[in-house]
């Protein structure tokens, strides 16, 4: 019985030692990543996915990006009066309202963690209509969840 216990004991200091090291690596790692950026109020990380989302704010009205939805697009005949078109996904083939689809890269934009990722980022992000498509909300997931595993 006794033994029992203590046994019990050094697993629950087990875990507790554990965590407290994992807690101790976040604290680290949230430290260790120095503001550098914005008046010491960004991190680099934080700056570069400040820059990204400033630039793909900009693909908003990109012609091409807006010829892909156009090509992608039939009048909608269903019950909904107010809606106008209905756009094709490129992978599944169904047909959803335009608050459903996204514009997707076939060649990703890639990456932008530096300087360094910074040309062919705005070189991809920024390309001609033959290199989008319109998918739907659940293909795109899908889509990118994918290349991750392929990536890795
Ligand atoms: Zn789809
Ligand atoms: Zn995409």
Redo the contacts with the bound molecule.
């Keep these: 019985m006794r033994k029992r216990r203590s046994k019990v004991k050094r697993a629950r200091n087990d875990t507790t030692y554990k965590a407290r090291g994992l807690e101790k690596k976040k604290r680290e790692r949230k430290t260790k990543a120095p503001k550098t950026r914005n008046m010491q109020t960004m991190s680099e990380s934080e700056f570069w996915s400040f820059i990204r989302s400033a630039l793909r704010n900009r693909t908003r009205f990109w012609k091409p990006r807006l010829e892909a939805l156009k090509r992608a697009r039939r009048v909608y005949n269903g019950p909904n009066k107010r809606q106008k078109w209905e756009f094709k ?1 490129a ?2 083939g ?1 047909h959803f309202k335009q608050t459903q689809v996204e514009v997707n890269h076939i060649i990703p934009a890639g990456s932008l963690k530096s300087k360094e990722d910074l040309p062919s980022f705005v070189e991809n992000l920024f390309c001609e209509v033959d290199n989008l498509e319109v ?2 909300k ?2 795109h997931k899908e889509h990118h969840k994918k290349q991750e595993n392929v990536l890795q």
Aim: charged share 0%; glycine share 0%; proline share 0%.
């Design positions: 996904c992978i599944c169904n998918v739907c659940t293909c």
